[in-house]
């Protein structure tokens, strides 16, 4: 059937509305020093996954990057909450799912459910497509960690251990991982030496990113 002038209208709406996520930062750092956005971390999340998905054959794809794509649209009207503020989780998902219903309201029916459904099974997080992305999602805040021109003394150690529950539930994950993660070790190594001739010592928590 022909999308008509008012559903095209809804469309773009949305899509105008979904620009705040281009606009929203995370507390990441792209590797010339600048804050990534929110968008720019869901862009390389998704080609990440679809780099991976062929090592994982019983996934579906299309699910797998719909889910990329919609996991962080709750995050559109309030921006992004550090990990290492540990924010109540049912606080968190419910100040998101808000967003999302404002977000969503131009849209018809049948698409307005699909999106809040892809964005319910991520935060679930029960599928077998939910708790692949959660790793991936994981992997990419990591990569950029140790790529990004990072403020000194950037508590590296936090990441060795952050989103190792999900990170450890895949093969494809974990052999991802264990390379990433030997990045890490040596920018802490780096980090701390920087710190100590600076005279810094303690590890700023408030840098590192969801």
């Known amino acids: 059937m022909p999308m008509v002038t008012t559903q095209a209208q809804g469309i773009l709406s949305f899509i105008q509305q979904a620009e705040s996520l281009k606009k929203h930062l995370r507390t990441a750092w792209s590797s010339d020093g600048r804050h990534e956005s929110i968008a720019e ?16 054959q ?77 790793g991936v999602d994981k992997l990419e805040t990591l990569i950029q960690h140790n790529q990004g021109l990072n403020p000194v003394n950037l508590d590296f ?22 390379l990433i993660d030997n990045e890490t070790s040596e920018n802490a190594k780096k980090d701390k030496l920087k710190a100590d001739a600076d005279g810094h010592t303690t590890p700023n928590h408030a840098q590192n990113t969801p």
């Open 157 to 178: 150690a936090f990441n060795l251990e952050y989103g190792s529950e999900w990170t450890s539930r895949s093969e494809t994950l974990s052999v991802l991982r264990t």
């Open 41 to 56: 971390h869901t862009w390389r999340m998704s080609l990440l996954a679809m780099c991976l998905l062929p090592y994982e």
């Open 58 to 134: 019983e996934l579906n794809p299309a699910k797998v990057l719909k889910i990329c794509l919609i996991h962080d649209l709750g995050e559109a009207c309030e921006g992004d909450v550090s990990a290492i503020l540990s924010e109540d989780k049912d606080n968190k998902a419910i100040r998101e799912k808000v967003c999302l219903d404002q977000l969503l309201q131009s849209l018809e029916p049948q698409l307005r459910g699909e999106f809040l459904s892809l964005w319910q099974e991520y935060n679930e997080g029960h599928s077998a497509e939910a708790k692949f992305v959660r």
